[in-house]
């Protein structure tokens, strides 16, 4: 089984509904980020957690909000998703004392 | 303003040459500076990790330097295979809140290796 697993792997959704991405690890790590990657613009962070208690945004968090349910578990909101969120998203978990991420197989979110 | 470069022309190669890839930032000082590869559609997958006071690191048929008054790192691959190809990412880490660090990632250079 992978390591890092999204759901949805592909969703298609319409302007202004509110959609949750979801990521699960069982490397056992404390860190987890998501992403979003854009042709052209490279893999840019939304938001990061260093732990269960901590959440931190990162350098594209307007539209977007998160949750860490458990050390395992990181979801990723759309309040009222818009076109321009159209765009392939990552988790990633990292170890604590290692800086080197562990990426899942990606969500790609179409929003009309 | 922080800017990392890595070039936007694919490029191409022949099998069983040596692949240079750059990565050139400004306005950063990181500790850490990774490569990754990213195939179409999937995750990056984690290469390298070079530390500021390194030059150099090694790893099978990967090479990376490191060269904080240049800002730039290389990434070579020797006696590449089409396998290789790929796109491949530089990141910087960048020191986050509580004192940890964070990776800022380029935009990625296409690799093509032709048999």
């Known amino acids: 089984d992978a390591d890092v697993t999204q759901t949805p792997r592909n969703r298609i959704t319409k302007t202004g509904k509110r959609i949750m991405l979801e990521c699960s690890q069982t490397?056992?790590?404390?860190?987890m980020y998501w992403y979003r990657q854009d042709p052209g613009l490279g893999l840019r962070l939304i938001y990061y957690?260093?732990?269960?208690?901590?959440?931190n945004k990162g350098e594209i968090s307007d539209g977007y909000s998160v949750s860490r349910q458990a050390q395992a578990k990181f979801s990723l909101s759309l309040e009222s998703a818009i076109p321009n969120q159209t765009a392939l998203y990552f988790c990633?978990?990292?170890?604590?004392?290692?800086?080197?991420?562990?990426f899942g197989p990606g969500t790609r979110l179409t929003v009309t | 303003s922080q800017k990392i470069e890595q070039n936007s022309e694919a490029l191409n190669i022949q099998e069983g040459k040596t692949a240079t890839l750059t990565c050139n930032y400004t306005?950063?000082?990181?500790?850490?500076l990774q490569w990754y590869r990213q195939d179409p559609g999937r995750g990056p997958v984690f290469l390298l990790l070079i530390r500021e006071n390194e030059k150099e690191k090694r790893k099978e048929r990967l090479k990376v330097t490191f060269d904080t008054t240049l800002k730039q790192s290389l990434f070579h691959i020797t006696a590449s295979q089409p396998a290789d190809s790929a796109t491949y990412l530089c990141?910087?880490?960048?020191?986050?809140?509580?004192?940890?660090?964070?990776?800022?990632f380029g935009r990625g250079t296409s690799l093509i290796v032709h048999p």
């Open positions: 957690s260093f732990d269960v208690k901590d959440i």
């Open positions: 990141a910087l880490d960048i020191i986050a809140p509580r004192g940890s660090y964070i990776p800022t």
């Open positions: 306005n950063y000082s990181p500790a850490y």
């Open positions: 990633a978990t990292s170890d604590r004392d290692r800086y080197e991420q562990y």
């Open positions: 490397k056992g790590h404390d860190r």
